[in-house]
């Protein structure tokens, strides 16, 4: 929630961006420390129009400034710094213990349903690669090595789907 700290002119430029995540953290912590702040688009600004017809600008078109208080920059700042420094979240994949690269190991509950084989193949980290992509569509996918041949199982009823994500992978084309 964004509070009016009164004139336009006492107000200073504590960040601006595209980052949402930084953005929502940012609010909170100004908000739960009771320091206030004029949050708005980017480019929300009142500029007049440009007499150019094709004008150039610095500024990005999306995205979010955060104002604050000139009295209130030192602690929005200390705040800033430490929502800065702090690592991303959920960035980086797990690491697989697998003993066979691209073939995933953990079968939570809901894989067990997954009995349809919509491919197969002598390419493990393909097998792996295709889970992987069918779990990002939310279709439950698990693949399993026997031999040298590797082969993806999903629930019968993600089957049609599952295929033709699969054909979209494999085959390179675009859907029809």
Not at 25 to 47: K, M
Not at 54 to 79: C, H, M, Y
């Amino acid at each position: 929630m964004a509070a009016s700290p009164g004139p336009e002119g006492s107000l200073i430029m504590l960040w601006a961006g595209e980052d949402s995540v930084l953005h929502s953290s940012l609010i909170e912590e100004l908000d739960a420390a009771g320091i206030p702040f004029v949050d708005r688009p980017t480019g929300d600004g009142q500029v007049p129009p440009s007499a150019d017809v094709l004008p150039i600008d610095w500024k990005t078109q999306f995205g979010f400034e955060v104002a604050v208080p000139s009295s209130n920059r030192e602690a929005a700042e200390k705040i800033l710094e430490k929502l800065l420094d702090q690592e991303p979240t959920d960035m980086e994949l797990a690491a697989s213990d697998s003993a066979q690269p691209g073939i995933a190991d953990v079968k939570p509950s809901h894989l067990g349903a997954a009995t349809c084989a919509v491919w197969s193949g002598a390419d493990e980290t393909r097998a792996g690669f295709l889970v992987e992509a069918l779990k990002e569509n939310e279709i439950p996918a698990r693949a399993e090595a026997r031999g040298s041949e590797a082969t993806v199982y999903v629930p019968p009823e993600e089957e049609m789907l599952a295929r033709e994500i699969i054909r979209e992978i494999v085959e390179g084309a675009p859907p029809a």
